[in-house]
């Protein structure tokens, strides 16, 4: 079921030394969890770590519910890049390998890393991996050419990408609007919301003179709880992966259970607040789920 992880097995959650956990968490049983990805800034912009669980509360639909799963912002990461690979990206092409490579060298240890193309298709050139020198190898296959499904590329990732247990995250960057999707945009952000997976944008060249480029991905990133940056050059998307990564190093997983109400509601609006601190905390997150 989208946006929702089920199973009637065991599912396994590891914390790894985190003052809520000492050892591995086992839930049994029929599983039912909605996971919600989670950022906090303080009113200087600054990202907040160090929040406990109990200083969390999530609002579903205006009802608070309890959260049964809780990932710090130390938790392990697994991320998926999605980079257009078309004709128009030729020229930036080699700024866009240096900065995935270096994008990729940067993560913590323990995190995990994809690597996809897309022209008028989706291509995954490296699958989900702990290892620093295969994605790097991958980006060496990248070529520019062809049309841009983007929209296609961005609903098919998000929904993949949903099935892996723990914190995910997609970052994709593109240089223009969307000429070889089956999908609309329409309905690009409404499969990305579904899946929840928080999706973070990267506008460069084109599309940042292209309305409907800009609107979409601005769509998805505040829908998912992601967020967008604007490289005005391609020498700016070193600087925009690295913001884009300390902006991953400080999000938190937050997960509860839906209830079995909310069948008969399908769209259900998700709210996610800071208590008990000494100065207000914003939070960005995805802003609800959908039962089908």
Not at 119 to 131: A, G, K
Not at 140 to 146: E, F, H, K, V
Not at 270 to 278: A, E, F, G, H, M
Not at 283 to 290: E, W
């Amino acid at each position: 079921m989208s946006s929702l992880l089920r199973s009637s097995l065991i599912l396994f959650m590891l914390f790894a030394a985190t003052p809520e956990f000492s050892q591995d968490i086992t839930f049994e049983g029929e599983v039912n969890l909605v996971e919600v990805y989670a950022t906090v800034f303080d009113d200087h912009g600054q990202a907040v770590a160090g929040l406990t669980k109990d200083q969390f509360a999530i609002l579903d639909n205006g009802k608070a519910r309890a959260i049964r799963v809780f990932e710090p912002t130390y938790g392990v990461l697994s991320c998926a890049l999605l980079l257009d690979t078309t004709g128009s990206m030729r020229f930036a092409m080699p700024a866009v390998i240096n900065a995935a490579r270096d994008f990729i060298t940067d993560l913590r240890p323990g995190d995990s890393v994809a690597v996809y193309a897309f022209t008028d298709h989706l291509e995954q050139l490296q699958e989900m991996t702990t290892d620093r020198d295969a994605p790097a190898t991958a980006l060496t296959q990248l070529r520019a050419d062809g049309r841009t499904a983007l929209f296609d590329s961005i609903a098919q990732l998000a929904l993949d990408l949903e099935k892996r247990p723990g914190k995910k995250a997609i970052v994709v960057l593109t240089d223009g609007g969307d000429n070889a999707s089956v999908l609309n945009r329409e309905a690009a952000v409404a499969s990305a919301r579904k899946a929840g997976v928080p999706i973070f944008a990267v506008a460069e060249g084109e599309a940042l003179h292209d309305n409907a480029a800009a609107n979409l991905l601005r769509d998805l990133a505040d829908a998912t709880g992601g967020s967008m940056y604007k490289a005005k050059h391609s020498k700016e998307i070193e600087v925009v992966f690295q913001a884009v990564g300390r902006y991953l190093q400080n999000g938190y997983l937050l997960a509860f259970q839906a209830p079995a109400e909310a069948k008969t509601t399908p769209w259900h609006d998700l709210r996610v607040v800071v208590k008990d601190t000494s100065e207000p905390l914003k939070v960005r997150a995805r802003t609800g789920y959908l039962i089908e």
